[in-house]
């Protein structure tokens, strides 16, 4: 029985907005079908009472002063930006895409 | 006394003798890495004129007594994912073409203080994906003791910089291995400090609560110096301990009386292990107890989850982790899109190699509704398990010893196209990761027979959570009674 198939892995690029071609998209559910085949092995361990582990050493969130933090100057903020207008990102038009979905 | 092994201590006398200067050895690895290093795709960039002004400026230091630390005037290479202010950080993606850090990670900032010369960058598998420094977009780096075998991965080009003398030391990230298994593969010393140890502000994502930076050089001695150097609480990473900078150099005497090593079975008895290798690991952990160490069998019972659960723990962070590269702030944007999504869709399908929108993928859909339970929290429940195995273990012994992989280099290609056996050749070291330990691989001699006959070995050394020192000492102690770290691809120097 396959874990996963053509249609999740499309709904999980979409997600992860990634296009996929046919061929990558079957390649790819072929390799994550293998892969979470491989993952199944977890499910022989009883995990019954055990906490799960986000993260080795205890954090705290940290507190600082609120005070303004040298930060990077606006113009350097952009300089590596594909298309930029003033200090400021341009990315096309925003609204007709968001019609879309 | 610090221990007497190393590049670092030769070098340094070197300098303050007058013997060379800091410009000729910048020019020797530049000059090197333009050789040798084009020849096996060492390098992604290289800063000629940068480093040959800091080499000047460091020669200046020295000849008026100002030397800054041990480093200063010492020509390094930085992993492609670990950002210095004005040069490229491409992490060997085509998305992040172009992209020049306007800032320097803590790590290199604080080596620029102690006065060490970055040359240039090292290839790697594309944002750190990968066992073999294959998945790179300039194509993959040649391992220098067999040009046609992979040099392990991810951090294969600084691994493969100091195993060809390019440079004596560099830095790498480590997640699941991605410096001690490239280390093993390509016969020099690699270390994964404690998580938290080194700052990871100005490291490029890949797996936030896994990832690590630490050091190439060909000995402990050498690594130690880095890491001290590199080391203590930086208020920039809120993960990093909040610590004094490690004075581990200092302390390494070559003393094993007294000491526990634990030989965790699991870890000797994996199918397919390559033998002479194992028996390279054997006959280490015999010199060792020669020289006063004890060794108790230990055991850590969920070894076999390690990779299952490192992979969907992993590629989960990753998923969201790579989300911030949508071509818009910085790196590849495709051309002629028709809105914003379509942006973000186009821009991330031309600018991520294969292995990475599988990872991508991956992770997304295992913490996407109804899954979550079923993959992402379950594998994080093993992390609880396997971090109990290490405090059990670490209850009898003081470091743990075993090989650092099942075999050494494998041929290029070779595993390219089959994702899952490529993850099933990190076992032994995932599980440091997971656990957030230090762990040290040093060469152990030379497989002996079969195809793989001639290729170097690693020895893997564990400790607990902040034993950094320990495992450092003895790593120093076992290189100060063998020669192993002076074999060189094509006859010992």
């Given at each position: 029985?396959?874990?996963?198939?053509?249609?999740?892995?499309?709904?999980?690029?979409?997600?992860?907005?990634?296009?996929?071609?046919?061929?990558?998209?079957?390649?790819?559910?072929?390799?994550?079908?293998?892969?979470?085949?491989?993952?199944?092995?977890?499910?022989?361990?009883?995990?019954?009472?055990?906490?799960?582990?986000?993260?080795?050493?205890?954090?705290?969130?940290?507190?600082?002063?609120?005070?303004?933090?040298?930060?990077?100057?606006?113009?350097?903020?952009?300089?590596?930006?594909?298309?930029?207008?003033?200090?400021?990102?341009?990315?096309?038009?925003?609204?007709?895409?968001?019609?879309?979905? | 006394?610090?221990?007497?092994?190393?590049?670092?201590?030769?070098?340094?006398?070197?300098?303050?003798?007058?013997?060379?200067?800091?410009?000729?050895?910048?020019?020797?690895?530049?000059?090197?890495?333009?050789?040798?290093?084009?020849?096996?795709?060492?390098?992604?960039?290289?800063?000629?004129?940068?480093?040959?002004?800091?080499?000047?400026?460091?020669?200046?230091?020295?000849?008026?007594?100002?030397?800054?630390?041990?480093?200063?005037?010492?020509?390094?290479?930085?992993?492609?994912?670990?950002?210095?202010?004005?040069?490229?950080?491409?992490?060997?993606?085509?998305?992040?073409?172009?992209?020049?850090?306007?800032?320097?990670?803590?790590?290199?900032?604080?080596?620029?203080?102690?006065?060490?010369?970055?040359?240039?960058?090292?290839?790697?598998?594309?944002?750190?994906?990968?066992?073999?420094?294959?998945?790179?977009?300039?194509?993959?780096?040649?391992?220098?003791?067999?040009?046609?075998?992979?040099?392990?991965?991810?951090?294969?080009?600084?691994?493969?910089?100091?195993?060809?003398?390019?440079?004596?030391?560099?830095?790498?990230?480590?997640?699941?291995?991605?410096?001690?298994?490239?280390?093993?593969?390509?016969?020099?010393?690699?270390?994964?400090?404690?998580?938290?140890?080194?700052?990871?502000?100005?490291?490029?994502?890949?797996?936030?609560?896994?990832?690590?930076?630490?050091?190439?050089?060909?000995?402990?001695?050498?690594?130690?110096?880095?890491?001290?150097?590199?080391?203590?609480?930086?208020?920039?990473?809120?993960?990093?301990?909040?610590?004094?900078?490690?004075?581990?150099?200092?302390?390494?005497?070559?003393?094993?009386?007294?000491?526990?090593?634990?030989?965790?079975?699991?870890?000797?008895?994996?199918?397919?292990?390559?033998?002479?290798?194992?028996?390279?690991?054997?006959?280490?952990?015999?010199?060792?107890?020669?020289?006063?160490?004890?060794?108790?069998?230990?055991?850590?019972?969920?070894?076999?989850?390690?990779?299952?659960?490192?992979?969907?723990?992993?590629?989960?962070?990753?998923?969201?982790?790579?989300?911030?590269?949508?071509?818009?702030?910085?790196?590849?944007?495709?051309?002629?899109?028709?809105?914003?999504?379509?942006?973000?869709?186009?821009?991330?399908?031309?600018?991520?190699?294969?292995?990475?929108?599988?990872?991508?993928?991956?992770?997304?859909?295992?913490?996407?509704?109804?899954?979550?339970?079923?993959?992402?929290?379950?594998?994080?429940?093993?992390?609880?398990?396997?971090?109990?195995?290490?405090?059990?273990?670490?209850?009898?012994?003081?470091?743990?010893?075993?090989?650092?992989?099942?075999?050494?280099?494998?041929?290029?290609?070779?595993?390219?196209?089959?994702?899952?056996?490529?993850?099933?050749?990190?076992?032994?070291?995932?599980?440091?990761?997971?656990?957030?330990?230090?762990?040290?691989?040093?060469?152990?001699?030379?497989?002996?027979?079969?195809?793989?006959?001639?290729?170097?070995?690693?020895?893997?050394?564990?400790?607990?959570?902040?034993?950094?020192?320990?495992?450092?000492?003895?790593?120093?102690?076992?290189?100060?009674l063998t020669d192993h770290h002076q074999a060189r691809p094509g006859g010992s120097r």
């Amino acid at each position: 029985m396959s874990r996963i198939d053509r249609e999740d892995v499309e709904r999980v690029a979409r997600l992860a907005r990634l296009r996929l071609s046919d061929e990558e998209a079957a390649e790819m559910t072929a390799d994550l079908d293998r892969i979470l085949g491989y993952v199944d092995l977890l499910e022989e361990v009883s995990t019954e009472g055990v906490e799960p582990t986000a993260h080795v050493i205890p954090l705290a969130t940290p507190l600082r002063d609120d005070v303004p933090a040298e930060e990077l100057p606006p113009e350097v903020a952009v300089a590596n930006a594909p298309a930029s207008e003033g200090t400021a990102f341009a990315v096309p038009k925003v609204l007709d895409d968001e019609a879309e979905g | 006394m610090p221990s007497p092994l190393g590049e670092v201590a030769r070098l340094r006398e070197a300098l303050t003798s007058g013997e060379t200067t800091s410009s000729r050895l910048v020019d020797a690895a530049l000059a090197a890495a333009e050789a040798v290093g084009e020849d096996l795709s060492v390098f992604t960039h290289l800063r000629h004129e940068a480093a040959r002004e800091a080499a000047a400026a460091a020669d200046a230091r020295l000849s008026a007594g100002r030397a800054r630390s041990v480093l200063d005037g010492l020509p390094i290479a930085l992993k492609d994912n670990i950002v210095q202010a004005g040069e490229p950080a491409g992490c060997a993606s085509r998305i992040l073409e172009g992209y020049v850090s306007p800032f320097d990670a803590t790590a290199v900032a604080r080596l620029l203080e102690a006065g060490a010369i970055p040359i240039g960058r090292t290839n790697m598998d594309e944002f750190a994906m990968g066992s073999s420094t294959e998945n790179s977009v300039h194509g993959p780096t040649r391992n220098p003791w067999d040009r046609d075998r992979s040099p392990g991965g991810s951090s294969g080009g600084s691994a493969a910089a100091v195993a060809a003398d390019i440079v004596p030391l560099a830095l790498g990230s480590d997640t699941g291995g991605s410096i001690r298994q490239p280390a093993s593969l390509c016969g020099v010393v690699g270390m994964k400090p404690t998580y938290g140890r080194v700052s990871r502000w100005g490291l490029v994502a890949f797996a936030s609560s896994l990832d690590q930076i630490g050091p190439f050089a060909h000995t402990a001695a050498d690594c130690a110096v880095l890491l001290d150097a590199m080391s203590g609480h930086d208020a920039h990473d809120s993960t990093s301990l909040p610590e004094p900078p490690l004075q581990t150099a200092a302390g390494l005497n070559g003393d094993l009386s007294g000491r526990v090593i634990g030989l965790p079975r699991e870890y000797y008895e994996a199918e397919g292990a390559d033998a002479s290798s194992l028996e390279c690991v054997h006959a280490a952990v015999a010199a060792l107890e020669g020289a006063g160490a004890k060794t108790v069998p230990v055991s850590l019972p969920h070894t076999r989850y390690a990779i299952a659960a490192y992979y969907l723990i992993a590629n989960a962070e990753a998923s969201s982790n790579l989300a911030r590269f949508d071509g818009v702030r910085y790196g590849h944007r495709a051309a002629g899109a028709s809105g914003l999504t379509d942006l973000y869709e186009r821009s991330r399908s031309e600018g991520f190699g294969a292995e990475v929108k599988r990872r991508i993928l991956l992770g997304t859909y295992v913490l996407s509704a109804g899954y979550y339970d079923a993959y992402y929290r379950r594998a994080q429940k093993l992390r609880t398990l396997l971090r109990r195995d290490f405090e059990a273990a670490f209850e009898s012994c003081d470091v743990l010893v075993t090989p650092t992989t099942p075999e050494p280099a494998f041929r290029l290609g070779e595993r390219a196209d089959d994702p899952l056996t490529m993850y099933l050749s990190d076992v032994y070291t995932v599980s440091a990761n997971l656990a957030g330990l230090p762990g040290v691989s040093i060469p152990c001699g030379l497989a002996g027979g079969g195809l793989a006959a001639g290729l170097p070995v690693g020895l893997q050394v564990l400790g607990p959570p902040l034993a950094d020192a320990a495992v450092l000492e003895v790593a120093d102690a076992y290189q100060r009674l063998t020669d192993h770290h002076q074999a060189r691809p094509g006859g010992s120097r």
